[in-house]
């Protein structure tokens, strides 16, 4: 069961990453198409800008969401379930990078418009918590206390069952 566990963490939490980076990229997309467009400078905006922005803003959020690399890990280690924890720790990450690493292109440098990047890490945040998150840890939860058998399942009386 442990093992089971174990294995299944492995596979689920760098497909949540990925997840997360892929819904941030889109979220920045989305907010500065028409900032993009202008950058792919050609009439047809709609596929040629989506295929100019794909590669240059994976690095980008990619690299921006490693710092939360550490929080999914300090996650999977408490057994942490929170989806505010999770989408605290993406736009944390997301504004840590901001201020240490800087942009990477200079003409899109995504330090020119701080809360899209940090907007970003909030919604990778929450989109690792749904694909991931959620079920956080591969043993239950150190801090929970267990619970009552009574609690578990409600016990009904023999006299009412009976009828009486």
Aim: aromatic content about 12%; charged content about 10%; proline content about 6%.
């Amino acid at each position: 069961m442990f093992i089971g566990r174990f294995l299944m963490r492995l596979l689920l939490v760098p497909l949540g990453g990925c997840i997360a980076v892929c819904v941030a990229m889109l979220f920045v997309m989305l907010a500065q198409w028409n900032r993009m467009t202008a950058l792919s400078g050609d009439d047809y905006s709609g596929l040629a800008t989506f295929f100019f922005m794909v590669p240059m803003l994976a690095v980008g959020t990619g690299v921006m969401l490693w710092p939360a690399t550490l929080g999914a890990l300090l996650a999977e280690v408490f057994a942490i379930r929170s989806w505010m924890y999770h989408a605290a720790n993406g736009g944390l990450s997301a504004a840590v990078s901001l201020v240490s690493i800087g942009g990477f292109d200079k003409d899109y440098d995504l330090s020119a418009a701080p809360l899209i990047a940090i907007g970003a890490g909030i919604v990778a945040g929450f989109t690792y918590w749904a694909v991931t998150g959620w079920s956080a840890g591969f043993w239950k939860p150190v801090f929970r206390q267990p619970r009552p058998a009574a609690e578990l399942a409600p016990v009904t009386p023999p006299e009412k069952i009976a009828g009486r």
